[in-house]
């Protein structure tokens, strides 16, 4: 089966560090695009960061550059989202995705996207 499954996510107090890991399944995570997601409670899904296909050019959402890095291992088939500096306004579900888009990401929003994991749960409180 096609599937990605997050994990990683937790309770982390504000300022703390987190790494989210997503291991894809039944397909090669090198022939797509990877992007994380979230969705606060009462709030619709954002794009957090993601990684082009083909040049590996990186994006970053304005309310995380400089505290988040998204990398992947093809090896491993995994794609990664190392969260520093965390604040409370980042709780939320993370979602990592992946896409058959050929372009920069960031010109791709969710429904490009042709695999979704289930997502994880990260909550940043004191």
């Known amino acids: 089966q096609v599937q990605l499954v997050e994990s990683g996510g937790g309770l982390v107090q504000p300022g703390g560090s987190l790494r989210l890991s997503c291991g894809a399944f039944?397909?090669?995570?090198?022939?797509?695009?990877i992007g994380w997601f979230r969705q606060a409670p009462g709030k619709e899904r954002e794009g957090v960061s993601c990684?082009?296909?083909?040049?590996?050019?990186?994006y970053y959402a304005d309310s995380v550059k400089g505290r988040f890095t998204i990398s992947r291992d093809n090896a491993k088939n995994t794609v990664y989202l190392q969260m520093n500096s965390l604040k409370p306004q980042d709780t939320a579900v993370y979602y990592c995705?992946?896409?058959?888009?050929?372009?920069?990401?960031?010109?791709?929003?969710?429904?490009?996207?042709?695999?979704w994991g289930q997502g994880t749960q990260v909550t940043v409180s004191s």
């Open positions: 995705a992946a896409g058959a888009f050929s372009y920069s990401c960031s010109a791709y929003g969710s429904p490009e996207y042709h695999y």
């Open positions: 990684m082009s296909l083909g040049d590996g050019s990186t």
């Open positions: 039944g397909f090669t995570l090198e022939h797509y695009a």
